[in-house]
C-alpha cells in the first residue's frame, strides 16, 4: 500500500507559478512510476505529466509542455510538480498517482494503482 498526500494547492494570479508537491509513504518510493492529473469542473480527469522511478524520464500532456516540470526526490519520498505560467484554465483538483515501475511513466490513468486526495489550484484572470 502506498499512501499520497498532494499540497501545495492555492489561489494564484494568471501568469502565476505554483509548485504542487505529493509525498508518498508506505512502500518504497523508487519502486513507483509517478504522474500528476487533473479534473476541472464539469471535466474528465486527465493527465497532465509522468515520471520513471529514476526521475530520467518524463512525458507531459500538450497543453503544459514548456510550462509545467515533473520532478521527484527518492530520497524524500516526494514527487514534485513545478507550474509556471498558469493560465484560468489550468484550474482544477490535482492529483498524484503511482503507477508500477515497469510503466515508465504513463498518459494512461488506468496504469496507476495509488491516488491521492488532490490539492486544488485556482487561477484568477
Known amino acids: 500500500q502506498v499512501h499520497l498526500v498532494e499540497s501545495g494547492g492555492r489561489l494564484v494570479q494568471a501568469g502565476g507559478s505554483l509548485r504542487l508537491s505529493c509525498a508518498a509513504s508506505?512502500?518504497?518510493?523508487?519502486?513507483?512510476?509517478m504522474g500528476w492529473f487533473r479534473q476541472a469542473p464539469g471535466k474528465e480527469r486527465e493527465f497532465v505529466a509522468a515520471?520513471?522511478?529514476?526521475?530520467?524520464?518524463?512525458y507531459y500532456a500538450d497543453s503544459v509542455r514548456g510550462r509545467f516540470t515533473i520532478s521527484r526526490d527518492n530520497a524524500k519520498a516526494t514527487v514534485y510538480l513545478h507550474m509556471n505560467s498558469l493560465k484560468p484554465e489550468d484550474t482544477a483538483l490535482y492529483y498524484c498517482?503511482?503507477?508500477?515501475?515497469?510503466?515508465?511513466?504513463?498518459?494512461?490513468?488506468?496504469?496507476?494503482?495509488?491516488w491521492g486526495q488532490g490539492t486544488q489550484v485556482t487561477v484568477s484572470s
Open positions: 498517482a503511482a503507477a508500477g515501475r515497469e510503466y515508465g511513466g504513463s498518459r494512461n490513468q488506468n496504469d496507476y494503482r495509488y
Open positions: 508506505g512502500r518504497t518510493f523508487s519502486d513507483y512510476a
Open positions: 515520471i520513471s522511478w529514476s526521475g530520467s524520464v518524463t
